[in-house]
């Protein structure tokens, strides 16, 4: 989905016209009307002024895989441990990976378990 129409139906979520949007962001409608349309690009600092208004992460507007995830996640825990993963041997991250898919399992397990009740 493009960079445009991602926007344009983050702001239809919020019953927000956009105008304002614009009022949010610090912009004028007919910018946000040029991002939905595609005939303009916002930059780098509108991208964030965006995500923030809209409340999701920079990637998940910008990159079509991206899961959408809120603005600003309140428990930076798990993400400061993911960044040390390539602090472990190779060894060691392929263990924590088998862990990683032995809970998932788990957890699906269970899920279904509860949703055939």
């Known amino acids: 989905m493009p960079l445009g129409d991602r926007i344009r139906s983050l702001r239809n979520e919020l019953n927000w016209s956009q105008s304002d ?16 349309t595609g005939k303009m690009t ?7 002024k965006l995500a923030e208004a809209l409340n999701v992460s920079c990637d998940h507007l910008l990159i079509d895989a991206a899961p959408r ?13 993911l960044a040390q993963l390539d602090e472990l041997t190779d060894e060691d991250r392929t263990a924590l990976l088998h862990m990683l898919d032995a809970l998932i399992a788990k957890n699906r397990v269970r899920n279904a378990l509860r949703d055939a009740s």
Request: glycine residues 12%; aromatic residues 6%; proline residues 8%.
């Open 42 to 48: 916002p930059g780098a600092d509108v991208v964030v």
């Open 69 to 81: 995830r809120p603005f600003d996640a309140p428990d930076h825990h798990l993400g400061d441990r």
């Open 21 to 36: 949007l614009a009022t949010r962001i610090g912009a004028d409608t007919g910018q946000i009307s040029r991002y939905e």
